[in-house]
């Protein structure tokens, strides 16, 4: 595996990608969302965190985008009240993701971890409604968040 060294001495590349994501539930997964992104050869631990929150919020929208599609397709009751339950949970955790971003940009990893756990919620939420069609959305999700919350658990 690459591995370099970035301002004052700490690992980069894909040996420090392959370190983190080790330490996450997911760590294949974490690697390939991680590695997606070609800045993340170059982060350092922080910048790490700092993607995998970019990610989760990115991941967020398409889900979100994704479900307000299926709420206006709704053909029967029930789905449709289901699916407003997901469209209510992940726009609530929307706003706290970019409240996150802005936490993470302070510092405040604490406040960043609360917020991807936000959307964590929201996944579980959503996936408790029993919508098939959701489900492989939702466990992307989950799983996304889910190793984005352990790599910014790393930073505090």
Known sequence: MQCKRGLAGEETGKALIAKTC??????????????????SLSANLTGLGRIAVEQSASKLNQTLSYVDSL??????????????????????SANQIQQGLQ????????????SVAAVNQ?????????????????TALFRLTKDAMMIVDLLY
């Open 22 to 39: 080790n330490q996450t539930e997911y760590p294949e997964e974490c690697i390939s969302a991680l590695e997606s992104d070609a800045s």
């Open 71 to 92: 709420v206006n397709n709704a053909t029967d009751y029930a789905t449709w009240a289901s699916l407003v339950i997901c469209q209510y949970s992940y726009n609530a």
């Open 103 to 114: 936490a993470f940009d302070r510092l405040k990893y604490d406040k960043t971890y609360q």
């Open 122 to 138: 929201a996944a579980i939420e959503c996936n408790n409604q029993g919508l098939g069609i959701l489900t492989q959305v939702n």
